[in-house]
T-cell receptor, first 111, second 114 residues
């Protein structure tokens, strides 16, 4: 079945360092969503990308959707301890498909 | 406040004892879904519902049942729980499965089956 691969599985950074997580699909996606799950919490929607090559920013977070709509990335500039959590990407194949979640990247930030 | 609620939040039970985890949303969403989250496996979809009386299997439906008699409620039923169903369960809803709507997740139910 359709899979969305996400790497790395874990990332440990020093506060102030940058962080990037990558999401890849073997098939073209109609859209990609990113969610953040704080420790002990539930996934919370961050953003959605729909267009080929789309780039969106939320303060220190930059989201990209690849030109072929098969990959995406989330980049955090100058991480803070509040960025700690697991980041999930979720892609959909076609407007009728279910969202398929990546396994997530767990970010820890050392103060 | 727009939200998805789940009950109970924590449950410890024994093998074979039927249980139901309730899920309710107050946003008039058509689409509702159940996921389980296990370490290293991410979020896997169990069942989903596109509207009242319309349900379908997700990726890991074995051992689970659902029903959607009302738009706001989507209970998850484990007829005969087994230890491999020990997991963190999330209910989610969105306006529709079609198009591009975000999913709202409930707070989660941590289930332990001994």
């Amino acid at each position: 079945g359709q899979q969305v691969m996400q790497i790395p599985q874990y990332q440990h950074v020093q506060e102030g360092e940058d962080f990037t997580t990558y999401c890849n699909s073997s098939t073209t996606l109609s859209n990609i969503q990113w969610y953040k799950q704080r420790p002990g919490g539930h996934p919370v929607f961050l953003i959605q990308l729909v267009k080929s090559g789309e780039v969106k920013k939320q303060k220190r977070l930059t989201f990209q959707f690849g030109e072929a709509k098969k990959n995406s990335s989330l980049h955090i500039t100058a991480t803070q301890t509040t960025d700690v959590g697991t980041y999930f990407c979720a892609g959909r194949k076609g407007s009728q498909g279910n969202l398929i979640f990546g396994k997530g990247t767990k970010l820890s930030v050392k103060p | 406040e727009a939200q998805v609620t789940q009950n109970p939040r924590y449950l410890i039970t024994v093998t074979g004892k039927k249980l139901t985890v309730t899920c309710s949303q107050n946003m008039n969403h058509e689409y509702m879904s159940w996921y389980r989250q296990d370490p290293g496996l991410g979020l896997r979809q169990i069942y989903y519902s596109m509207n009242v009386e319309v349900t379908d299997k997700g990726d890991v439906p074995e051992g689970y049942k659902v029903s959607r008699k009302e738009k706001r409620n989507f209970p998850l039923i484990l007829e005969s729980p087994s230890p491999n169903q020990t997991s963190l369960y999330f209910c989610a809803s969105s306006l529709s499965r079609t198009d591009y709507y975000e999913q709202y997740f409930g707070p989660g139910t941590r289930l332990t089956v001994t």
